[in-house]
């Protein structure tokens, strides 16, 4: 039984999710965002380097910034690995990334806003929050 895929080797989607942590179809998924691109063999399957399982590593990690899938797409070019960040490597994809965390910031607000609101209701009712 083949654990690793040795160097120049290639795996298919079902080791790759193993080792990424994530599912097949959340490997597929990515695929059709434009997010990871396979290369195919003759027979249809999916085969990838080494480097996709940091690849699914970077996405994973841009996705859980709530970063969109649209947004990631454009990011990933722009980003590298320095230990557990990523850091921006173009001047323009820090400013689209700090008006992403402006709007997270602003949604952030709208949400507790109406936690207040829902705690409010619920004080009235008499019931303990």
Known sequence: MKVKPGPG????????A????????????YEEQGLLTPRRLPNGYRSYDEDAVEQVR???????????TEMAREVLPCVRDDGDALVPECDELVDALAQEEARIGARIAELESARTALASIIAAAGVPA
């Open 58 to 68: 970077r996405i994973r990690y841009l996705l859980a910034a709530g970063i969109g």
């Open 18 to 29: 193993r080792r990424a942590g994530v599912s097949t179809r959340t490997l597929r998924y």
């Open 9 to 16: 080797e290639r795996m298919r989607i079902g080791e790759l």
